[in-house]
T-cell receptor
Framework: SQTIHQWPATLVQPVGSPLSLECTVE??????LYWYRQAAGRGLQLLFY??????ISSEVPQNLSASRPQDRQFILSSKKLLLSDSGFYLC??????????FGPGTRLTVL | SQQGEEDPQALSIQEGENATMNCSYKTSINNLQWYRQNSGRGLVHLIL?????REKHSGRLRVTLDTSKKSSSLLITASRAADTASYFCATDAITAGNKLTFGGGTRVLVKP
């Protein structure tokens, strides 16, 4: 069966510091991968998605970036965090035109 | 409003009652999906209904889709305290490639 992992679970970072969140998927090959951000009490905002290694589509302009160095690894990064980057970050995977399956999320607080 | 807007935003019911929430969208879709999120957790996929389907069941969940009205409903029958969560609809728009667009969610509180 497929599983998706995200780490860390929680993170507190100062403004201006770098960020690296990691997501890995097991039990599937060539999945579509997604990064979402969720503000408190709100819906999900799609940040990036990838249909293959090295293929990244950005949905919103921001100081975040994403990379997919391996088939089942998706990384969300920032060189300098802003206060507005605080939120709940969710990674998800899917096969083409099917349901998405989410990781447990990372709670990021930027101080 | 955004693609995939839920109504109501919040719902409070007693255990054993039914809970109904609605989702409206704007563009043509391949499918519509419903997800549940417990507080501080990831989303859990509940049901996917394709554009050529009108109704789908999964346990105590019933989803309807009306493509002429661009709307969907999620019914939870005989609710339990464990059903307390936020529920999101997400649309897979025909022109959106591999992306889903999520609504703002309905927060459901089931009181014991």
């Amino acid at each position: 069966s497929q599983t998706i992992h995200q780490w860390p679970a929680t993170l507190v970072q100062p403004v201006g510091s770098p960020l690296s969140l990691e997501c890995t998927v097991e039990g599937t090959s060539n999945p579509n991968l997604y990064w979402y951000r969720q503000a408190a009490g709100r819906g999900l905002q799609l940040l990036f998605y990838s249909v293959g290694i090295g293929q990244i589509s950005s949905e919103v302009p921001q100081n975040l970036s994403a990379s997919r160095p391996q088939d089942r690894q998706f990384i969300l990064s920032s060189k300098k965090l802003l206060l507005s980057d605080s939120g709940f970050y969710l990674c998800a995977w899917s096969e083409v035109k099917s349901a998405q399956y989410f990781g447990p999320g990372t709670r990021l607080t930027v101080l | 409003s955004q693609q995939g807007e839920e109504d109501p935003q919040a719902l409070s019911i007693q255990e054993g009652e039914n809970a109904t929430m609605n989702c409206s969208y704007k563009t043509s879709i391949n499918n519509l999906q419903w997800y549940r999120q417990n507080s501080g957790r990831g989303l859990v996929h509940l049901i996917l209904i394709r554009s050529n389907e009108r109704e789908k069941h999964s346990g105590r969940l019933r989803v309807t889709l009306d493509t002429s009205k661009k709307s969907s409903s999620l019914l939870i029958t005989a609710s339990r305290a464990a059903d307390t969560a936020s529920y999101f609809c997400a649309t897979d728009a025909i022109t959106a490639g591999n992306k889903l667009t999520f609504g703002g969610g309905t927060r459901v509180l089931v009181k014991p």
